[in-house]
């Protein structure tokens, strides 16, 4: 079974660039977050969708950041215009997400990650 | 405002022995924990959980121990091997685990880097 799928794995880039990642969830999850990590504050969880819709995107820095899921298998990640501190590791995970049934334990699936680096 | 809190950035214990890694968290409502074991350049992948309704769970030679009163939770690896060397992530949830209602939002701690000796 494919895993959750991100793109690009490594992104570097100046600062002022747009920059847009990628993230196909695994067939059949109705959840979908993307986290961020970072040493000082580790894994930072930016936005989460459930069944397509964004249910909480307290997590998001700030309105150069902004995500979307148009389907239930695509979701984008945008940063726009980017800066150094944004230099981190971006995790998409995908969850079954079943409301109201013993099969959810909260467990979360990873993607590999993007690697990206503002210069 | 750190609610899931890993003091100890790294530890290194012998193959063989006992690895202890520590978790607190702060928030009263969350009633689901997680362990994510994280290899360089891959994502976390779950390593064990333990609802709040339970104070031990155990699956072959990985156990976490939760005290609900101190707000602390552990992950006991034994025997160490030099595989488990990895970033351990602890995590937890309000919500989750059985009873949820579809809030499956897992708060993170800063991870503890394991290194085992051979």
């Known amino acids: 079974d494919a895993g959750v799928i991100q793109s690009p794995r490594h992104e570097v880039t100046e600062m002022g660039q747009e920059v847009t990642l990628r993230c196909k969830p695994i067939?059949?999850?109705?959840?979908l977050f993307w986290y961020r990590q970072t040493m000082m504050r580790g894994l930072e969880l930016l936005i989460y969708?459930?069944?397509?819709?964004?249910?909480?995107d307290s997590g998001m820095p700030e309105d150069r950041f902004s995500a979307k899921m148009p389907n239930a298998s695509f979701s984008t990640l945008k940063i726009q215009p980017s800066e150094p501190r944004d230099s981190a590791v971006y995790f998409c995970?995908?969850?079954?997400?079943?409301?109201?049934?013993?099969?959810?334990?909260?467990?979360?699936?990873f993607g590999e990650g993007s690697r990206l680096t503002v210069l | 405002d750190q609610q899931v809190k890993q003091n100890s950035p790294s530890l290194s214990v012998q193959e063989g022995r006992i690895s202890i890694l520590n978790c607190d968290y702060t928030n009263s409502m969350f009633d689901y924990f997680l362990w994510y074991k994280k290899y360089p350049a891959e994502g976390p992948t779950f390593l064990i959980s333990i609802s709040s309704i339970k104070d031990k769970n155990e699956d072959g030679r990985f156990t976490v121990f939760l005290n609900k009163s101190a707000k602390h939770l552990s992950l006991h690896i034994v025997p160490s091997q030099p595989g488990d060397s990895a970033v351990y992530f602890c995590?937890?949830?309000?919500?989750?685990?059985?009873?949820?209602?579809?809030?499956?939002?897992?708060?993170f701690g800063t991870g503890t880097r394991l290194t085992i000796i051979p």
């Open positions: 067939s059949g999850h109705n959840s």
């Open positions: 995970a995908s969850s079954p997400g079943l409301a109201d049934t013993y099969a959810n334990t909260g467990e979360l699936f």
């Open positions: 969708f459930n069944n397509n819709v964004p249910i909480d």
């Open positions: 995590a937890a949830s309000a919500g989750a685990g059985g009873v949820s209602f579809g809030n499956e939002k897992l708060t």
